[in-house]
């Protein structure tokens, strides 16, 4: 399985970003999974949740502080996810990660547990200037 993340850049406060996590390599057997999205912020050792989505309930789960802001979609295929940024700050400075997991016991509290997810893409920057 890989993911690949694309879409962050230099934007402007209060400006607006679509990343993208293409997910390949899945098999005909995975029927359900989840998908994720992280953020690590410059100097934070570990990359704190954003979202989580479970492919079988088409259900995304949002912390306190990313909803709202965030928005997680996809295509029809549900092979790419899309998490819109809206109004950006500064402090959303960071380097973005969408993650897959399999383990979906209780995934719908342990989803900001980056430990679950076995599966990561390499990341991309995003910048905010102020």
């Known amino acids: 399985v890989q993911l690949v993340e694309s879409g962050g850049g230099l934007v402007q406060a209060g400006g607006s970003l679509r990343l993208s996590c293409v997910v390949s390599?899945?098999?005909?057997?995975?029927?359900?999974?989840?998908v994720g999205w992280f953020r690590q912020a410059p100097g934070e050792e570990r990359r704190k949740g954003i979202s989580?989505?479970?492919?079988?309930?088409?259900?995304?789960f949002y912390t306190h502080s990313s909803r709202g802001r965030f928005t997680v979609s996809s295509d029809n295929t549900g092979s790419t996810t899309y998490l819109q940024i809206d109004d950006l700050r500064p402090d959303d400075t960071a380097k973005y990660f969408c993650?897959?997991?399999?383990?979906?016991?209780?995934?719908?509290?342990?989803?900001?547990?980056?430990?679950?997810?076995?599966?990561w893409g390499q990341g991309t920057q995003v910048t905010v200037s102020s």
């Open positions: 989580g989505t479970r492919k079988s309930e088409g259900r995304t």
């Open positions: 390599g899945l098999t005909f057997d995975d029927d359900d999974y989840a």
């Open positions: 993650a897959l997991t399999r383990r979906l016991f209780n995934y719908v509290t342990r989803w900001p547990d980056r430990h679950i997810y076995d599966y």
